[in-house]
């Protein structure tokens, strides 16, 4: 059981608009930055967004991050064939003093 | 080109130690924060903990007492312990840098080990 909640799945067909949600508490995404990592099957995650919404260089604009109270949203807008992936959120959480990780989202890509 | 490398046994028995190296190219230790992460097959992610070569140090607490992390500055290498394994320890090892002990911008490419006698 993941501190923070991701939806086990999500789809969309190419063009389309995809938003994944993480949802924790104020002990971690209420009083922390968010952020977001990209995995393709057998490769090491990717830093996607960090501070609740800014893209590292080389990350495209169709990704965006937001983040309101102890919930956040990464949105994909124009989804890609190759945006098919696994999508886990992370932040700090004061109480377990460490970094929690959400169970991950499959993004399927119709 | 910051790049990180994991190095270590693929293959460990149940109740011995886990010994993993990530060592670094185009970074230094002495800056950011280092960090060990892993994967249990088909799994999420799993914070294990990180350290500044300042001394400061962070870990998981449900594998507090089993880990150790520590640091050769000069082969610009680090490293981690988990002992008394089970099989719940089996997962891909990432090690990765951040600047902040929160976040992972740059990882290696993963090291599986299995725990199996």
């Known amino acids: 059981q993941s501190v923070l909640t991701q939806p086990p799945s999500a789809s969309g067909t190419p063009g389309q608009r995809v938003t ?30 960090y501070s609740n ?34 999508y886990f959120c992370a932040a700090w ?7 929690v990780f959400g169970g991950g989202t499959k993004l399927t890509v119709l | 080109q910051v790049q990180l490398q994991e190095s270590g046994p693929g293959v460990v ?6 010994s993993l ?9 002495s800056t950011h924060y280092w960090s060990w992460i892993r994967q249990p097959p088909g799994k999420g992610l799993e914070w294990i903990g990180c350290f500044h070569s300042s001394g400061r140090t962070k870990c998981n607490s449900s594998l507090k007492s089993r880990v150790t992390t520590t640091v050769d500055t000069s082969k610009n290498q680090f490293f981690l ?24 911008d740059y990882w290696g490419q993963g090291i599986l080990v299995t725990v199996s006698s």
């Open chain 1, 93 to 99: 959480d004061d109480s377990l003093s460490g970094v």
């Open chain 2, 13 to 18: 028995k149940p109740s011995e130690t886990l």
């Open chain 1, 20 to 49: 994944i949600s993480c949802s924790g508490s104020s002990s971690n995404i209420g009083s922390h930055y968010l952020y977001w990592y990209q995995q393709f099957p057998g490769t090491a995650p990717k830093l996607l967004i």
């Open chain 2, 21 to 29: 190296t990530c060592t670094l190219s185009g970074s230094f230790i």
């Open chain 2, 81 to 104: 312990r988990v002992t008394s394994v089970t099989a719940a320890d089996t997962a891909v090892y990432y090690c990765a840098r951040g600047n902040r002990e929160d976040i992972f």
């Open chain 1, 53 to 86: 919404n800014q893209r590292p260089s080389g990350v495209p604009d169709r990704f965006s991050g937001s983040k309101s109270g102890t919930s956040a949203s990464l949105a994909i807008s124009g989804l890609r064939s190759e945006d098919e992936a696994d």
